[in-house]
């Protein structure tokens, strides 16, 4: 795993804000990049997996130039919060094998009020959208690890504000096949305290009935 200093959401409850707004970590350069990538696999990495990559696409593209050639073989994982755009992904086709976005929130207004992004949902669902379009459902191989496709994660709020059924409604018109992870790790971190509703871990019973729904809605593959 390669984590990217910085982000482009602003999520006031985020679990990594020394890393994506505090912005500690060090600068390298592609030549460097592309070696931590080459090194990872020799060590025996099933997969190169770039998170927060979407402000480092560029970035990320010219290491590859660099490490595909000197032997990089195994799968490359996009893992972003989701807020994509589609434009970029599609320049991105055929690059990535594995896109492995959050979808944090089932509505805009969530999406502003708690990571500062605008029309959240909307650009989420069209860009994940445009990641299923490129990769399909995910495959895992004999070893059940996996190849490529699609892994959407979500992470259940306190007092329903991700909005998580009509995540669940979302994910399911894209494939009933789709991949869905369902995240019951939230805790207070960051200015979480800001809001009163985040100033507690979801329940049992909500992460359940987030589960419960996405299984009703007609999505099969359901991990908790």
Not at 41 to 48: E, L, M, P, S, Y
Not at 83 to 99: A, K, N, Q
Not at 118 to 123: G, I, L, M, R, S
Request: a neutral charge; proline letters at 4%; hydrophobic letters at 40%.
């Amino acid at each position: 795993t390669i984590f990217f200093t910085g982000c482009n959401l602003a999520c006031i409850y985020c679990q990594n804000y020394d890393i994506s707004q505090l912005n500690e970590g060090r600068s390298i350069t592609a030549d460097q990049l592309a070696r931590v990538m080459l090194v990872l696999q020799a060590k025996g990495c099933h997969n190169i997996n770039f998170v927060t990559p979407t402000h480092m696409t560029a970035a990320i593209v010219e290491a590859l130039l660099i490490a595909v050639p000197g032997g990089l073989r195994v799968p490359l994982v996009y893992n972003s919060g989701g807020y994509d755009s589609v434009e970029t992904l599609r320049l991105l086709d055929g690059v990535f094998d594995i896109y492995m976005p959050d979808i944090k929130y089932g509505d805009d207004e969530t999406g502003l009020r708690l990571s500062g992004a605008k029309n959240y949902a909307e650009h989420a669902s069209r860009a994940v959208r445009e990641m299923h379009n490129q990769v399909g459902d995910l495959k895992v191989d004999s070893r059940g690890i996996a190849c490529r496709g699609l892994l959407v994660r979500h992470l259940v709020l306190p007092n329903g504000l991700a909005g998580s059924e009509k995540v669940m409604d979302f994910l399911v018109s894209l494939s009933g096949n789709t991949y869905v992870n369902v995240m019951d790790q939230y805790r207070p971190c960051f200015r979480a305290s800001e809001h009163p509703d985040l100033r507690r871990r979801p329940e049992r019973a909500e992460v359940d009935a987030v589960t419960a729904y996405a299984r009703r809605a007609g999505l099969r593959r359901v991990q908790m």
